[in-house]
């Protein structure tokens, strides 16, 4: 059996990953009876947020690059979940709205994600959790 480096356990890199894959996990769970993955449901909120986004502008807001975003996007056309539309001005320009089944579904899947936050912060005090979105945020 190969034994693992000592200081393994108080790695940074190791903590936070092993931190995503739980919390990553537990919501891909709640999003599973919907047909939606963690990405997609960002992508969702974001455009919740700012319908009429160009995919580059939706990139921006969450912090992911094109390469990653364009994919999903077709996915979710696809699966009917986003509506592309032609800019008016731009033709050469998509915007990016919400579906009606997107727009269905909007209440139950910010509440899915509000109890994955609830789950992952629950062991925290209400001090422990602000703490540690503040570290997290100055990660970001």
């Known amino acids: 059996m190969t034994k693992l480096p000592e200081d393994l356990p108080d790695c940074m890199v190791f903590l936070l990953g092993k931190a995503y894959q739980k919390a990553h996990g537990s919501f891909k769970k709640r999003l599973k009876k919907y047909g939606l993955t963690n990405m997609q449901h960002l992508v969702l909120e974001g455009l919740w947020y700012q319908e009429g986004m160009t995919a580059a502008e939706l990139c921006k807001l969450l912090i992911i690059d094109k390469a990653t975003v364009s994919g999903i996007l077709e ?3 696809d699966t009917g979940w986003i509506i592309k539309k032609q800019n008016p001005d731009d033709g050469r320009v998509q915007q990016l709205y919400p579906s009606e089944k997107a727009t269905e579904f909007k209440n139950r899947l910010i509440i899915e994600r509000k109890e994955a936050n609830k789950e ?3 062991k925290f005090s209400l001090e422990e ?5 503040r570290l997290l945020r100055d990660l970001i």
């Open 120 to 122: 992952i912060l629950k």
């Open 75 to 77: 996915r979710m056309a």
């Open 129 to 133: 959790q602000l703490l540690l979105k």
